[in-house]
Nanobody, 117 residues
Framework: VQLQASGGGLVQAGGSLRLSCAAS????????MGWYRQAPGKQRELVAS???????DYADSVKGRFTISGDSAKGTWYLQMNSLKPEDTAVYYC????????????WGQGTLVTVSS
């Protein structure tokens, strides 16, 4: 199974982007769908997640600005990013947490988001 992340790009501060993630085929046992990001010189961090039951969680740095949504049965999820800041610049990765492995073991290839000031 491959995850395909898309939707990144260059945007001015205050702008919006919508990231998408799609699994190449149906994936069973997805418990949580997540978005991570990694900025240059920094560790990868979990930005947002949503459980198969729809419970959302966000990093403090993006609360109120980012919204995650998705359908675990379809293997598709999204990250709506509003009021973007230069510090949001990073490569964004989608990831799937599966019950079978109790880990995020499926990862997308990453999509670059660049926010200019």
């Amino acid at each position: 199974v491959q995850l395909q992340a898309s939707g990144g790009g260059l945007v001015q501060a205050g702008g919006s982007l919508r990231l998408s993630c799609a699994a190449s085929r149906s994936v069973s046992g997805i418990k949580v769908m997540g978005w991570y990001r990694q900025a240059p010189g920094k560790q990868r961090e979990l930005v947002a997640s949503i459980t198969a039951r729809g419970v959302e969680d966000y990093a403090d740095s993006v609360k109120g600005r980012f919204t995650i949504s998705g359908d675990s049965a379809k293997g598709t999820w999204y990250l709506q990013m509003n009021s973007l800041k230069p510090e949001d610049t990073a490569v964004y990765y989608c990831a799937a947490y599966r019950v079978l492995t109790a880990s995020y073991d499926y990862w997308g290839q990453g999509t670059l988001v660049t926010v200019s000031s």
